[in-house]
């Protein structure tokens, strides 16, 4: 089949997303401007370069996690993890904004080194972000859209050392939980190597 997107699909769920998968989770957490902790996980979240270490989650529409970030500068990735999918489900409940997650779904705020968002203290990795930019996104005919992509580089970054195996970070053991599309996910359960192919040998 065919299809472009502004005319709709005409299947009984979205293929997109399934296509597009699977994908890592952004557990972003937030402090808004009165102090309230924010935790809530973002299915549209990458790694975008890695010197400098950026990253970054895209928000459809205003939510808390996009605007704490806008107006504080700042939010951590928490790494979402077979052991803490429960209350990482949870917290993307739609709370209002005076309600903090954290009490929310019963996890331990952390404090960070470089910001001042805590993080999520059972968390097996975190990474402590400074906003670099805050996007809104446009389509083919320049019209803004719902999307907002926040943009931050990595300033600091947590990792136990229970998950670190002969100087690596075992995502396997970690159970790194990935989104893909409709209602489900996946987890890491198996990976294999493969070096980059060198031109000249080949």
Known sequence: MFYEPRNGHGLPHDPGKAIVSPRPIGWISTLSRDGIANLSPYSFFTMLGSNPF???????????????????????????????????????????????EFVYTGLTKAPCRMIGAPRVAEAHAALECKVTEVNQLKDIEGRP?????????????????????DGYFDTVRAGNVSRLGYMDYSILEAVFQRTRPVWKDE
Not at 84 to 92: A, T, V
Not at 148 to 158: A, D
């Open 54 to 100: 950026f990253v970054c989650f895209s928000s459809d529409g205003e939510k808390h996690s996009m605007t704490n970030a806008r107006d504080t500068g700042e939010f951590a990735v928490n790494l979402a993890s077979c052991d803490l999918f429960e209350q990482m489900h949870r917290s993307s409940v739609d709370a209002p904004a005076a309600v903090d």
């Open 145 to 165: 859209t719902r999307q907002f992509v926040v943009t931050g580089q990595v300033v600091g970054v947590h990792i136990d050392d229970d998950y670190l195996v």
